[in-house]
């Protein structure tokens, strides 16, 4: 079973591709999430929210809890700008470090790279944005 960390942008149709691969973020969540902790920015999953729709998915999928589920808050929708101060502290640091991850490391800024692509697209026309996961 293989994870990704995907981008939803508001709205129906933001007008420009939103596609972000995730599967090298999702895979090294764990060590992103102390990283972006010990340079002082929000982890990345800090910005994952889910409607009941991307829930009933992911509970399909075999991924959470059907409980858990249940005691979600609303969807929450997050500032771009957010989004890439993580984003950004991330990619300098490993564009600095580049054995932080080991042999992972230039696939996950190949994919911070997306996600600052398209977290500038975001800002560009005054959306919001959330972070979403999917397993296959």
Do not use: C
Request: aromatic residues 10%; without cysteine; hydrophobic residues 40%.
């Amino acid at each position: 079973m293989s994870a990704s960390m995907y981008i939803v942008v508001e709205g129906d149709d933001p007008g420009y591709d939103i596609f972000v691969n995730g599967h090298a973020l999702a895979r090294n969540e764990d060590a992103l999430e102390k990283l972006a902790i010990r340079l002082g920015v929000k982890p990345l999953l800090e910005f994952f929210s889910a409607d009941q729709n991307s829930m009933a998915l992911l509970l399909e999928e075999g991924a959470g809890d059907p409980e858990w589920a249940k005691t979600l808050p609303p969807p929450q929708w997050f500032s771009p700008q957010d989004g890439l101060t993580t984003v950004i502290t991330l990619l300098d640091y490993l564009k600095n470090v580049p054995t932080a991850l080991g042999s992972e490391t230039g696939y996950v800024i190949t994919e911070l790279e997306e996600y600052e692509r398209v977290l500038r697209k975001t800002d560009l026309r005054n959306l919001r944005w959330q972070l979403a996961v999917s397993w296959k």
